[in-house]
């Protein structure tokens, strides 16, 4: 139904690569290397091969502490984040600090032990290991983990920011894209050789018996085709502007047509500076003139009207044509470009329907106010 186009090229959007992968690979190999390492050495220690200073005992010591501690801290707080913390984000950080004292105390008793079992804490120092260390283990792993908790979730977020900023300049170039097509659309109707043929015709057969009318269908269609090229400039124009575009298209058709085409336009003046999508209202009474004036000898009623209900803008193009439905609308027809105009620039509050009542075909055009 009305014009067609060729369907818009759709241009590719090349999602970034982050190191994120190759951070977590590489933090995994550090920790498996240092985790061998370290059981190398206890195990030696526990067999008696080596012995080690006082600076060794306390660095063997610090790096079980660290690791009995830092990695299921680590994997827990990587977990939670990812399926906890998103449901209840307000104790995100009462959530990560909770999990870091539950490992912090868990890890220093196990660590205690791991160290008691290779030599390093004599058997009856155990509970004086545990007591000494675990205050300075719940404090440092508090100061650690929230310091990294807080930097991954800024980072996480400048990440989302940016790919949203990406997303939105995607789409705006989309919506660029097919107010352009929209416009030449409706430029390539008009333009038309059987269109501007008529059309001069009409206007060469009104001047001798009406050269005021003449002259006023030229201003109409020189009107009409300036606000055609310019439709890409603004992705919204004022209703009162469509609305004069659609009654000065109704007259140049009219010189056509004459009586054939009937209509009526009771757009409240209160809506006059509501915002629309140019050509929007444009494209559904060419439709109906297209598909229902000319394929009638009888014409076509058409009657435009306009409301706001709460808090939305309702448009409407009624007329006594046969009807037709939007399931038959392809993305290459005028209608169809409409529709993914108003999902660009409203997304599901945008909506296109056609519905039929009282042997009337009414089309129906809503978004928020």
């Not at 001798?208 to 109409?220: F, H, L, M, N, Y």
């Amino acid at each position: 139904m009305t014009n067609e186009t060729n369907p818009p090229a759709t241009a590719p959007c090349d999602t970034p690569q982050t190191p994120r992968a190759n951070a977590s690979f590489l933090l995994r190999a550090i920790w498996t290397v240092s985790g061998v390492t370290l059981f190398i050495v206890l195990l030696f220690l526990s067999l008696g091969r080596i012995r080690l200073s006082q600076s060794g005992t306390e660095m063997v010591g610090a790096f079980v502490y660290s690791a009995l501690i830092g990695v299921p801290s680590m994997f827990l707080l990587n977990w939670i984040a990812h399926r906890a913390t998103g449901k209840h984000p307000r104790l995100r950080v009462s959530i990560y600090a909770m999990v870091l004292i539950c490992t912090a105390t868990v890890g220093t008793f196990a660590a205690a032990l791991v160290l008691q079992l290779v030599g390093i804490v004599p058997r009856n120092w155990y509970w004086n290991e545990v007591r000494g260390s675990l205050p300075f283990a719940v404090v440092i792993s508090l100061m650690i983990g929230l310091s990294i908790t807080t930097y991954e979730t800024l980072r996480f977020r400048l990440q989302e920011a940016a790919l949203q900023l990406r997303t939105r300049q995607v789409e705006q170039e989309r919506a660029y894209k097919l107010l352009a097509e929209a416009r030449l659309s409706s430029l390539e109707s008009r333009i038309h050789p059987h269109f501007l043929f008529n059309t001069l015709n009409s206007i060469a057969a009104l001047i001798p018996s009406d050269p005021a009318r003449a002259e006023d269908t030229v201003g109409k269609l020189a009107s009409l085709l300036r606000f055609s090229m310019n439709a890409n400039q603004n992705s919204l124009v004022p209703l009162s502007q469509e609305l004069k575009i659609v009654r000065d298209y109704l007259e140049i058709e009219r010189t056509r047509f004459g009586q054939r085409i009937r209509y009526e336009i009771a757009v409240p003046e209160s809506l006059h500076d509501v915002k629309v999508p140019p050509l929007a209202l444009q494209s559904l009474v060419e439709n109906v003139v297209k598909h229902v004036v000319s394929q009638r000898p009888q014409g076509a009623w058409i009657q435009i009207t306009g409301s706001k209900d709460s808090n939305r803008i309702r448009l409407e193009v009624l007329d006594d044509g046969p009807g037709f439905s939007l399931d038959a609308i392809t993305p290459e027809h005028g209608l169809g470009n409409l529709i993914a105009r108003l999902e660009l620039l409203y997304g599901n509050d945008g909506q296109l329907e056609v519905t039929r009542e009282n042997q009337k075909t009414a089309v129906r055009l809503s978004f928020p106010a």
